[in-house]
């Protein structure tokens, strides 16, 4: 007999989740608007499963709470006989469930998962940006800034189109990674001295590489779709006024691949317990 699960809040990755748990005849509520109440509470008391969204935290409070509760407040509610999950807890935010002995489980420490994870951003990615130009993309130049999991996923889907892709990563290790993956290499100081030479960029590295004189000489209409967290690689702000195009690519797997991001998470939810073992959804293709 299943216990039951509560999820809170979330964008469509969370509705999804949802409607498989319930498919699955499980006991399932789900809260949009976290209310400091006592149904709030007492729904969260009684359930041992404790869905939070991916990120887990935005501005302060729970991702798409359209209360808008701090989430010191919903965390408080939580107990050691329960099983948090989320994504992206902040240290804060671990210590915080770890001073009460509640049990978290940050889906994005999973390597699978993360792996997964990275492979939807980049399809997510590429629906981006056909949405959004008219040129015939497997002809586009483009950079890709930073090597990790996304922008590994990102090259591989950009070079399979025969985009004629260059990586802009620090590591020396990580830059012949991206020429044996059929990539050209930078290091990040030549960004800026090679940024009029691209038609799309596609930034996964949370940190300032763009400045505003370095966005002034992009190539018109060049697209530039930001993959990063906070702090970003460029001020959404500095974009004004000038011919390019800024995406916003917050969310790529809930806004574009919501299915398969909630079935990632379910297999999560039930590995930890043990119900199923996980099986890593890329490794029939690798």
Not at 12 to 41: G, H, K, M
Not at 137 to 152: D, E, F, N, S
Request: with cysteine; hydrophobic share 45%; charged share 20%.
């Amino acid at each position: 007999m299943f216990a039951p699960v509560l999820i809170l809040c979330g964008d469509d990755r969370s509705v999804r989740l949802y409607r498989l748990l319930e498919r699955q005849n499980r006991p399932v509520f789900r809260l949009t608007a976290v209310n400091d109440s006592e149904e709030t509470r007492r729904a969260v008391r009684e359930s041992e499963t404790v869905v939070l969204p991916l990120p887990a935290v935005r501005g302060g409070c729970l991702s798409g709470d359209a209360a808008a509760t701090p989430w010191q407040t919903v965390f408080s509610w939580f107990n050691s006989a329960q099983r948090v999950f989320g994504g992206a807890f902040t240290k804060e935010q671990t210590a915080f469930l770890e001073a009460r002995a509640v049990p978290c489980f940050d889906f994005l420490r999973d390597e699978s998962f993360a792996r997964y994870n990275a492979a939807l951003t980049a399809q997510g990615a590429l629906r981006l940006l056909l949405e959004h130009t008219e040129a015939y993309l497997p002809a586009q130049r483009v950079l890709i800034t930073g090597y990790g999991r996304v922008g590994k996923a990102l090259a591989r889907v950009l070079t399979s189109l025969g985009c004629d892709c260059f990586v802009a990563a620090r590591s020396a290790l990580q830059k012949q990674e991206a020429v044996l993956a059929g990539c050209k290499a930078l290091s990040p100081a030549e960004i800026a001295r090679t940024a009029f030479l691209f038609d799309v960029i596609c930034n996964t590295v949370p940190a300032n590489l763009f400045s505003k004189e370095t966005l002034r000489v992009l190539r018109p209409g060049c697209l530039f779709l930001e993959l990063a967290s906070a702090p970003f690689g460029a001020d959404p702000q500095d974009f004004a006024g000038l011919p390019l195009t800024y995406l916003a690519g917050g969310g790529l797997p809930g806004r574009y691949c919501p299915a398969a991001a909630a079935a990632a998470m379910l297999r999560c939810i039930d590995s930890d317990r043990e119900v199923i073992p996980w099986i890593d959804p890329l490794s029939a293709t690798r």
